[in-house]
T-cell receptor, first 109, second 117 residues
Framework: TQLLEQSPQFLSIQEGENLTVYCNSS?????LQWYRQEPGEGPVLLVT???GGEVKKLKRLTFQFGDARKDSSLHITAAQPGDTGLYLC?????????WGLGTSLAVNP | ETGVTQTPRHLVMGMTNKKSLKCEQH?????MYWYKQSAKKPLELMFV???????ENNSVPSRFSPECPNSSHLFLHLHTLQPEDSALYLC????????????????FGPGTRLTVT
C-alpha cells in the first residue's frame, strides 16, 4: 500500500513567521500536487510538480519535489492569516491519486 | 454561477431516511468525482464518471448510489446509512479523466456536511 505522510499534522504560528511542511513516501511518484483547503470550502490546487528536483514558486510559497520523486516540501515565507487552511499533498502514480492526511495550518494575527 | 456547486451544504438524516446530494459544474468538464473526507483519514475517492459513464467504484457500499445524467450533473443517493458514514462529501470535476496518467487539476465543490443520527 502506497502511503503519503504529511508533517507536521498541526501547526500554529504568528503572522510573519516562516514555515515548512513536508510530504514523504517510500514510493516513487510520477507527479505531486499541493492543494489548500480553507474552512468550509473544497480543496484548491496550488501547484503540480513532475520532475525530480523541480522547484516552483507561487508568490510567498515555494514548492520542491525531491530528486528521487519520493517527497516534497512546501515553504511559506512571512505567513499571513489568509494562509490558514489544510494543506494536502496528493501523489500520482499508475493513473491513481494518493492523498495525504494534510497539515492544518493556523496563522494568528 | 461558476465553478462547482453542491447542495445541500449541510444534511442531518436518520439511518432509515433516503436523501440525495447534488453536484453541478459549470466548467465544461467531462469527468466528475465523489470523495468522502473524514477526520484522521485521507480523502477517499468513491466514484468517477467520465463522459457520463462510471469508470471507477472504489468498493463503496451499495447504500451509496451515484447517478450522472449528463456531464454537468452528479448525484449521490443515500439510503439506510450508518453513523460512520457521517463525513464531508466532496464533489469534484476535471477537464477529463486520466487516460494518459498525466497529472490533472480537479476543481472541488464546497462539500456537503452529512451527519447520520
Amino acid at each position: 500500500t502506497q502511503l503519503l505522510e504529511q508533517s507536521p499534522q498541526f501547526l500554529s504560528i504568528q503572522e510573519g513567521e516562516n514555515l515548512t511542511v513536508y510530504c514523504n513516501s517510500s514510493s516513487v511518484f510520477s507527479s505531486l500536487q499541493w492543494y489548500r483547503q480553507e474552512p468550509g470550502e473544497g480543496p484548491v490546487l496550488l501547484v503540480t510538480v513532475v520532475t525530480g528536483g523541480e522547484v516552483k514558486k507561487l508568490k510567498r510559497l515555494t514548492f520542491q519535489f525531491g530528486d528521487a520523486r519520493k517527497d516534497s516540501s512546501l515553504h511559506i515565507t512571512a505567513a499571513q492569516p489568509g494562509d490558514t487552511g489544510l494543506y494536502l499533498c496528493v501523489a500520482g502514480n499508475n493513473r491513481k491519486l494518493i492523498w495525504g492526511l494534510g497539515t492544518s495550518l493556523a496563522v494568528n494575527p | 454561477e461558476t465553478g462547482v456547486t453542491q447542495t445541500p451544504r449541510h444534511l442531518v438524516m436518520g439511518m432509515t431516511n433516503k436523501k440525495s446530494l447534488k453536484c453541478e459544474q459549470h466548467l465544461g468538464h467531462n469527468a466528475m468525482y465523489w470523495y468522502k473526507q473524514s477526520a484522521k483519514k485521507p480523502l477517499e475517492l468513491m466514484f468517477v464518471y467520465n463522459f457520463k459513464e462510471q469508470t471507477e467504484n472504489n468498493s463503496v457500499p451499495s447504500r451509496f448510489s451515484p447517478e450522472c445524467p449528463n456531464s454537468s450533473h452528479l448525484f449521490l443517493h443515500l439510503h439506510t446509512l450508518q453513523p460512520e458514514d457521517s463525513a464531508l462529501y466532496l464533489c469534484a470535476s476535471s477537464l477529463e479523466g486520466n487516460p494518459s496518467g498525466a497529472p490533472y487539476e480537479q476543481y472541488f465543490g464546497p462539500g456537503t456536511r452529512l451527519t447520520v443520527t
